[in-house]
């Protein structure tokens, strides 16, 4: 059975933190892994990875892949109140997504 | 931009009751997806469809049923709404393999 694992399941920051969170993935047939942002609608797109090692970047988030230890990492440095949302970490699988539960990020000022 | 939306952002219905979430999306992406979204079990799958009149089975796909009569458009009913099927539900669409899925905001279904 196809498996994805986030944690930690929530977590409590103060602004100008550092912070990561993880995704380790158990399943067949791996095409890529994605990181989506969720506020308070929509998951939005972050990353998209394919290759390990190599990191991908945008603004203060970054995000690496390791496809033999099977998991990835999201950082966000100097977190925002902004950042506050759920990190949903995704693997695509032949034709569909698996997800995992999803980091609920608290960032307080 | 892509775009998928959803008809109703916040819906009450009633147990025992047949209920429609539509979902339609503006790119003719072939791929659409429905899942819901609980605390702390996150994104599961109840149906996807990669064509018109097509349809395959997620996860969780007791107690529900679709339809893609068209291709920018995909229905996810409730045949007999129960107060267990209280929850957030998320179309998806997606271009082809190897591509991020785009969401839509969500219905926040409440059953009664």
């Known amino acids: 059975e196809d498996k994805v694992v986030q944690s930690p399941l929530s977590l409590v920051v103060h602004e100008g933190d550092t912070v990561t969170l993880n995704c380790s993935y158990e399943?067949?047939?791996?095409?890529?892994l994605l990181w989506y942002k969720q506020e308070k609608k929509a998951p939005t797109f972050l990353f998209m990875l394919?290759?390990?090692?190599i990191e991908k970047k945008s603004g203060r988030l970054s995000s690496i892949l390791d496809k033999k230890e099977l998991f990835s990492i999201l950082n966000i440095t100097a977190t925002q109140t902004g950042d506050s949302a759920i990190y949903l970490c995704?693997?695509?699988?032949?034709?569909?997504?698996?997800f995992g539960a999803g980091t609920r990020l608290t960032v307080k000022p | 931009d892509v775009k998928v939306t959803q008809s109703s952002r916040y819906l009450v219905k009633r147990t025992g009751e047949k209920v429609f979430l539509e979902c339609v999306q503006d790119?003719?992406?072939?791929?659409m997806f429905w899942y819901r979204q609980d605390p702390g079990l996150g994104l599961r799958l109840i149906y996807f469809s990669y064509d018109v009149k097509m349809k395959e089975k997620g996860d969780i796909p007791e107690g529900y049923s679709v339809s893609r009569e068209k291709k920018e458009r995909f229905s996810l009913i409730l045949e007999s709404a129960s107060t267990n099927q209280t929850s957030m539900y998320l179309c998806a669409s997606i271009g082809g393999l190897g591509q991020p899925q785009h969401f839509g905001d969500g219905t926040r279904l409440s059953i009664l």
């Open positions: 995704a693997v695509e699988v032949n034709n569909d997504m698996r």
């Open positions: 790119m003719d992406h072939e791929n």
């Open positions: 399943v067949t047939n791996f095409r890529s």
């Open positions: 394919t290759s390990s090692g």
